[in-house]
């Protein structure tokens, strides 16, 4: 079974920077969607930012100008480039890929998650 491998989470003062990454721990065909995801203790899932196969890119706003999502197609990898970090940045970070999108087969991928912590 394909798995979604992140890393580079960490702890980082606020002002600092982290990139995540993310790849298939296998072979994966059809992707249309990546993307990160975080959740806060004691708070829900929130989309942070996205990206499409034609490379359009999606933001929450509360990280416009500060994130950067691309991706790598032959790789099967996307990244997260955090600059600015806030404390309120502070979660655990979820890549999600999204194969087959809008098809019958349409298949979620989800990671395992990597900690992000932002200190003041």
């Known amino acids: 079974q394909v798995h979604l491998v992140e890393s580079g989470g960490g702890l980082v003062q606020a002002g600092g920077s982290l990139r995540l990454s993310c790849a298939t721990s296998?072979?994966?065909?059809?992707?249309?969607?990546m993307g990160w995801y975080r959740q806060a203790p004691g708070k829900q899932r929130e989309l942070v930012a996205t990206?499409?196969?034609?490379?359009?890119?999606n933001y929450a706003d509360s990280v416009k100008g500060r994130f950067t999502i691309s991706r790598d197609n032959a790789k099967n990898t996307v990244y997260l480039q955090m600059n600015s970090l806030k404390p309120e940045d502070t979660a655990v970070y979820y890549c999600?890929?999204?194969?087959?999108?809008?098809?019958?087969?349409?298949?979620?991928?989800w990671g395992q998650g990597t900690q992000v912590t932002v200190s003041t």
């Open positions: 999600n890929f999204v194969a087959y999108a809008g098809t019958p087969t349409e298949y979620d991928y």
């Open positions: 296998g072979r994966v065909f059809g992707i249309n969607f």
């Open positions: 990206t499409t196969s034609g490379g359009f890119t």
